[in-house]
């Protein structure tokens, strides 16, 4: 896991390249963000249902809550 500082040199470094980028590099790029974002989401949510249905674990967290929650980490990140 980086260090904030890190992740910062690394953001910047990337939108470095990022503006003199082609439009279509853009794109892909964006795609391909998106696709792990998707595939993020859909473990998450299988975990979560595996969590839920295991009789022994204490799962009281209603799955709207876990999405806002995962929203606003991604926000964060973003910004």
Same mark, same amino acid.
């Given at each position: 896991? =980086?260090?904030?500082? *890190?992740?910062?040199?690394?953001?910047? /470094?990337?939108?470095?390249?990022?503006?003199? /980028?082609? +439009?279509?590099?853009? +794109?892909?790029?964006? /795609?391909?963000?998106? @696709?792990?974002? !998707?595939?993020? !989401? *859909? *473990? +998450?949510?299988?975990?979560?249902?595996?969590? =839920?249905? +295991?009789?022994?674990?204490?799962?009281?967290?209603?799955?709207?809550?876990? =999405? @806002?929650?995962?929203? !606003? *980490?991604?926000?964060? !990140?973003? /910004?």
């Amino acid at each position: 896991m =980086k260090t904030e500082r *890190e992740r910062e040199e690394l953001i910047k /470094a990337m939108n470095v390249l990022l503006n003199h /980028a082609y +439009d279509s590099v853009l +794109d892909d790029v964006y /795609a391909f963000l998106q @696709k792990i974002e !998707d595939e993020e !989401d *859909e *473990e +998450d949510l299988k975990a979560y249902e595996i969590a =839920k249905n +295991d009789p022994e674990s204490n799962i009281f967290i209603a799955w709207e809550d876990i =999405k @806002k929650e995962i929203a !606003d *980490e991604r926000k964060k !990140d973003v /910004a």
